[in-house]
């Protein structure tokens, strides 16, 4: 189900530094989210999101934006991505994301994209086009099994297809790579799936891998998380319950041993662990003559 709302505003602050993202602001043109992710933290209380299956398209969110970039007297970098995919398929006959990259070409600023969607290939062009300054995508890869991550994520594009949009990408220029997180406790955390990931990122072309081994869980997030485990892998819960109880941070049980395996492996493809954050341009130094 696909309605309409009203938005106040459409640009957040980020919190300094952004170590993770490299983000100056954070942008959400929807509410509620069709990727349907069974992890996702969104769901969560503190969020107000009472039906996440019910996509709210910000209907005043273009003028909201143009009115709020003509005001900033800094430049950044406009993240989105974080609350919902901002290419899930209702983006393909809306265009708010691609819209809202019009306006921030238009007014030089970069954009950092968190996706896991190939339709961000649908704005190829003004990315190379934001990319005489700066644009990245990051896509979240979990595992690289096309069969497990239709469970876990089964509204949204398979990783393979993710790949590949990567490599396209990457090909044209644009800073891209993989957001590893998060790797779910018993599901996901096994080398095969780490060595798997790092593999086929550096196969496609991934120019960084950020790392979380592990997730988080509270509230209505968890209640969801375990029925959606009732249903797909039977017995799973206890094991959670037994481990994390009420606990917000839930690392991976083999949380070392993963992270020496994941760091060999990237240091040998010579992959970087960390997001390359925009740090602007070099001044250009002026003629003598």
Known sequence: MVSEIQARVILSRVRQPDDWFGLDY?????RGCQHQCIYCDSRSECYGIEDFARILVKANAIDLLRDELSRKRKKGTIGTGAMNDPYMPVEAEVRQTGRALELIDEFGFQTHIMTKSDLVLLDLELLESINRSFAAVSFTITTTDDSLAAKLEPGAPAPSARLKAMQTLSKHGITTGVVMMPILPFIEDTPDNIAGIVMQSARHQAQYIIPALGMTMRDRQ????????????????????ARYGDRY?????????????????????????????????????????
Not at 26 to 30: H, Q
Request: with cysteine.
């Open 26 to 30: 954070g942008m959400n043109l929807y």
């Open 222 to 241: 968890r209640a969801w998380y375990f029925d959606r485990l009732d249903e797909l892998f039977p017995g799973l819960r206890q094991k959670y319950e």
């Open 249 to 289: 941070q839930c690392p991976v049980p083999n949380a070392r041993r993963l992270e020496k395996l994941f760091s060999k492996l990237c240091a040998e493809r010579r992959i970087p662990t960390r997001f390359p954050r925009y740090r602007g341009h070099a001044p250009e130094q002026g003629s003598l003559f």
